[in-house]
């Protein structure tokens, strides 16, 4: 099945600064790829996601690159604020030609700082 | 849109004892999927059901069930409850299966079950 590794699992930065967060995928036939960002007491919410036919999305201060090849994908938040600070996950569909069953990476815990 | 919605938010239960869990989903939704959350494994798949059916299932024993109903509602069960199913349970919710590429999942709030 698909293994999904995400790396740091902890991240801290000044506000302000540029954080990014790197996860590998195991099987290559998954075509996509979802970031989510879980905040104490609540489900994870959706941020950005990006599917294997690109290689890059933007949405203002949030960013995902993917490189099939090498199967990694990594997400960049710019401009940090605390409001940031949260547990993201980067995950990989296990089914593909759904988003459906979900591996998920273990996990980053983001801290910014004044 | 109200977004998915889970009951109860926390649950206590002793060793043994079997629980529900229900998840209404976005409204217009048809696909709900389920999902353990745990410090120690993480966040795992246990299962979707699309139009009342089954159609993917994580590698979670057979205590672990799930139904959804006509309207798209969800339910799932855990029989013999253990320690270890003590847990955060989310449900997402799709709007159908997505062609060659994937469609959203949205999450609930989750149930918080804790085994004594």
């Known amino acids: 099945g698909e293994n999904v590794e995400q790396h740091p699992s902890t991240l801290s930065v000044q506000e302000g600064d540029s954080a990014v967060i790197k996860c590998t995928y195991s099987d290559s036939a998954s075509n996509y790829f979802p970031w989510y960002k879980q905040e104490l007491g609540k489900g994870p919410q959706l941020i950005i996601d990006?599917?294997?036919?690109?290689g890059e999305k933007k949405d203002q201060r949030i960013a995902v690159t993917l490189n099939k090849t090498a199967k990694h994908f990594s997400l960049h938040i710019t401009e940090t604020q605390p409001e940031d600070s949260a547990v993201y996950f980067c995950?990989?569909?296990?089914?593909?030609?759904?988003?459906?069953?979900?591996?998920f990476g273990t996990g980053t815990r983001l801290q910014v700082t004044l | 849109k109200a977004g998915v919605t889970q009951t109860p938010r926390y649950l206590i239960k002793t060793r043994g004892q079997q629980v529900t869990l229900s998840c209404s989903p976005i409204s217009g939704h048809r696909s709900v999927s389920w999902y353990q959350q745990t410090p120690g494994q993480g966040l795992q798949f246990l299962f979707e059901?699309?139009?009342?059916?089954?159609?993917n299932k994580g590698n979670f024993p057979g205590r672990f069930s799930g139904r959804q109903f006509s309207n798209s509602r969800s339910e799932m069960n855990v029989s013999t409850l253990e320690l270890g199913d003590s847990a955060l349970y989310l449900c997402?919710?799709?709007?159908?299966?997505?062609?060659?590429?994937?469609?959203?999942?949205?999450f609930g709030p989750g149930t918080r079950l804790t085994v004594l």
């Open positions: 059901y699309f139009s009342e059916t089954q159609r």
């Open positions: 995950a990989a569909n296990g089914n593909p030609g759904t988003a459906s069953k979900l591996t």
């Open positions: 997402a919710s799709s709007s159908s299966p997505g062609q060659g590429g994937g469609d959203t999942q949205y």
């Open positions: 990006i599917r294997s036919n690109v």
